[in-house]
Every structure is written in structure tokens, then in C-alpha cells.
């Protein structure tokens, strides 16, 4: 029977296959006779979960792998490499936390592989494919195991190659993975095969036909990339591939960034004097953020009326004389000049801070254009290219669609963001919709009312601020005592003792670790 090819490059008809059901993942037709043998076995293997529930199974084989690796591990991982290829530096790492025996002869076995598993035949590769099968499955093999064993040899394969391309794209230049990515996708066209009848940007698409998606045309001029698929066919070796790549590009990453790609979200309190600060650093928290509410009730002046940087500079020089870390928010940098905002972050830097927090919300309800909240990141990252930047957008608060969150949020990454933000979002479809699509870490706001510290997790969510909050409860359990002792009822006897609060006003805190 002939099947039919279609090709699209617009990013809304590639996004719109990619979120078809009845398109699903397809390899290419293994050539037939003895020489492609194994390689063919291998497709099918990896293929045979192509449709349906049996997808989902694949999917979720796939995603169990992926959750026994966490990404901190295989970038520090990636980085004790000793060099070689590149291709065969991510496959050592890679079956190293794996747990598969073999290093060099492993990637070199991967590496032919790679030459003919998305097409043609090799009797070099056919060979390979046995020998890595073999390491794997010791003695009888079963159906499921063999499954098993094609599902992680592809695995490694398309790791392999994908990987390799993003860590040759950035070699050379300190350009933030996101632009790396939007200019060379590592996978530059993707293939579909339609396994029922289906319609795509009015073309009908009939069972069996070849859908081929051009990643690198249709990226251009798209304001979300489209790197690693679209929801709801996100690669779930995205975080995976970042940290391989970061790792074998020797870029170093700070104390404060490490904590964003650790198993569990990073969870920030946000204080609002040192006293605060090192309280929250005494019961174990590992960084510290302050809240421009804080900072600016304390100074008797609006929050995001840029009144306080004065305030915030102070505030950032005595946590600085401690040794835990903290990052500021600084409201919009307190200028709509990204010189200016540069300045701020360079004395912040100075000062001690980890990170900084701006926002694109002004106090009228309307948004600096995103073109200048990414110039005021860009002059930030070449200011202080150590400090992290966390990059937030007030486009839930202001009821903007979510199309724009998307936008924006992707501009912001393209300017070097180390993470975003996007307070007042917790709505669990539109957080995961974020996290399928971003690069660099999310972070939500907590809610009482909303996902608990675990739901967020299981989103993808990689730090959770407290914002105001704990200032907002201080302030209550403050006039609630007050009034409760004037008005004569029973009042909470629970308090720090003047000494507990004369020891925190000096202490320093815990050391940072090293960048690495």
C-alpha cells in the first residue's frame, strides 16, 4: 500500500499535530534481510507502544527510567567526563546513573546504533545492538524483558544524539540554553505516523500516512519555542538533556542555582529584616528571600511604587554581612533603564545577594513591554552574570490571557533568565502547561488554598515562594496579641524569648557551598 507524506512548517500546524491523538510516534520501515535484523527488532521494541493505552504504557516505562535520574546527578555526572566524543561523554554518564556496566564500549555500541536507528541497516550496528541487548538480560530473556531492553537502548540513543547536538550548538559562547535551543533544536524535524484517519491544517491525513514536522522553520519567529515538543508530547528527558549538556559544557553553576534542580522544589520564605532572615536559616531553610512588601510597609510607602531601593540596597548589605544565602526582591529594578537596573544588580551582587526577583507588573495594572523587561534581564546577566535571575511576570494577576504568561515568559528565557515566575497562578492545567514548554525553573507563589508543596512538585514546579505571607501573619499574630491583652481574653502566651531574638539579630548563618 502507498502512503502519503505531509510536511508542516507553521508552528500553529506543528503544534497542532503534535497534540492530535491519532498521530503517534513512528520509525521509519526497518530494510528487510538479515542485516537489519536486530536494528529492526530494536524499532519495533522501542515502536510496538505506538497507539493508545499502550503508548501511555511506553510513555510511563520511559518516565520511570527517567525518575530514577535526577538531573543535579547526571550534570556533576557529565562533568567528571574524560572527555572523547561527545556523543559518547553523554552515553557514559547516562549509563552510569543507569546502572549499566560497560562505559566506553557501551557508547561506542550506542554510538552505531545511533548511524542507523532512524532508517537504513548496518551489520556494525546489528552487532552492537547484541551486545548491548546481552548486558542487559541475563540468561532466558522474556517478552518483557526484551521490551525492556529496547526501551533503554533507544533511550540511550536518542539521548545520545540529541544531547550531542544541544552541547554543539552552545559550545564556544555563553548564550543561555533557551536561545541555543530556539536557534538549533536538537531534534530539527519530527516524524508522526497517523494511526487513524485524522485532519491537520485542512489536510486530510489518511491511517498510515507519514506526518514529517519542520521544528527549524516553524520556530522562526515563534514566540514559544517549540524545543522538545508541545504539550501534551513534551520529551520527558528534557531536564535530563539540559543537565547533561550544561555538564559537558563545564559551565559553572552557583550554590544558590544548584538548589532549582534538586529532587525537591526549592521552598523560599521571603523575610522582611535580618532578624527575620536568620530565624528562617535557624529552623533549616536553605536560602532566604525578602519581600518588597516588607520592605516597603516597614519604610511607611507602597509596595511597587520604586521608593524603596534605597531601603532594599540596606536591607541586601546587612544579609550580606551573614553567610546564608538570600535573594532580593527588588520590585521592576526600580527603573525603567536597564543601565540602571544593571547598577542595582551589580550592588546587590556586591552587597552578598544570590539572586534577584523583578517583576513586569507596574502599580497602574499594566506591563512594561516585554522587549524592555528582557533588556533590563540581558544588562542584569552581563552586570552580575553570577547572580540569579528570576524573571517574574504579572500577567495572572492582571487577568492577561494565557497565551501571553507563554510569551512572555519565553521572551524572558531567550534573555537569560535563570527562572521565572508567575505569582497567583494555581491552577494545576496551567502550571503543568508552563512547566511542558519552559527551559529554566518555574516558581509559583504558595496558596493555602491552592496545591499543596507536593501537588506542586509532581507539576514540575522547581521553587515555591512564600511572597508576603509570613510578613502578612506577623503583622496579624502582632495586632491579635495586642488586643487580645487590652480587651482582657487569654492571650497566646507562645513568644521568643529577648534572648532567642538578640542572637538572631547577629547570626551568620550557614556557608554557601562553592560554585561548580
Known sequence: MTYTTHEFDRAEDVRAALADPALVPGLPVADDGPAGASVAWLRAGVARFSVGAAHQRRRALVEAELARLEPAVLRRAAARGSGGEVRAQVVRALAEALGMPGGEAVAQDVIAVAGAYFGGSDPAADAA?????????????????????????????????????????????????????????????????????????????????????????????????????????????????????????????????????????????????????????????????????????????????????????????????????????????????????????????????????????????????????????????????????????????????????????????????????????????GIAALTATLLVPLNILYAPAGPSLADLAALGVRRISLGSLLYRRALAAAVAAATDIRDGRPSDPASLSYGEVQAWATAAGARPEPMS
Request: glycine fraction near 10%; proline fraction near 6%; charge should be negative.
Open 129 to 429: 545492538v547484541g551486545r548491548l541487548t546481552a548486558r542487559l538480560i541475563d540468561g532466558a530473556a522474556t517478552e518483557d524483558d526484551l521490551e525492556a531492553a529496547a526501551n533503554r537502548i533507544g533511550l540511550l540513543v536518542q539521548a545520545c544524539d540529541a544531547t550531542a547536538a544541544l552541547v554543539e550548538a552552545a559550545a564556544g559562547g555563553e548564550l543561555p540554553m533557551a536561545r541555543v535551543l530556539r536557534d538549533v533544536p536538537p531534534a530539527r524535524a519530527m516524524r508522526r505516523v497517523a494511526a487513524r484517519a485524522t485532519r491537520v491544517a485542512g489536510r486530510e491525513i489518511a491511517v498510515g500516512d507519514v506526518v514529517v514536522l519542520d521544528l527549524v522553520t516553524a520556530q522562526g519567529g515563534n514566540p514559544v519555542p517549540l524545543t522538545f515538543g508541545a504539550p501534551p508530547r513534551v520529551c520527558p528527558g528534557r531536564a535530563h538533556a539540559l543537565a547533561l549538556a550544561e555538564g559537558l559544557l563545564h559551565r559553572p553553576q552557583t550554590a544558590f542555582a544548584r538548589l532549582h534542580h534538586e529532587a525537591a522544589p526549592l521552598l523560599l520564605p521571603n523575610a522582611w529584616d535580618h532578624a527575620s532572615a536568620a530565624a528562617l536559616v535557624a529552623q533549616g531553610f536553605r536560602a532566604i528571600g525578602t519581600t518588597s512588601l516588607g520592605v516597603a510597609a516597614a519604610a511607611g510607602v507602597p509596595d511597587g511604587s520604586a521608593a524603596t531601593a534605597e531601603a532594599t540596597l540596606a536591607l541586601a548589605g546587612r544579609l550580606g554581612r551573614s553567610a546564608f544565602l538570600f535573594t532580593v526582591d527588588a520590585e521592576g529594578g526600580f527603573s525603567d533603564d536597564p543601565e540602571d537596573v544593571a547598577e542595582l544588580a551589580r550592588k546587590l551582587h556586591e552587597a552578598g545577594a544570590a539572586g534577584i526577583n523583578i517583576e513586569d507588573g507596574r502599580p497602574d495594572g499594566t506591563l512594561v513591554p516585554a522587549a524592555l523587561h528582557a533588556a533590563k534581564i540581558a544588562a542584569v546577566k552581563s552586570a552580575a552574570p553570577a547572580l540569579f535571575v528570576n524573571a517574574r511576570t504579572d500577567t495572572h494577576w492582571l487577568g492577561c490571557q494565557k497565551e501571553e504568561t507563554a510569551e512572555r515568559l519565553a521572551v524572558y528565557e531567550q534573555a537569560g533568565a535563570d527562572g521565572v515566575f508567575v505569582p497567583g497562578l494555581s491552577d494545576p492545567d
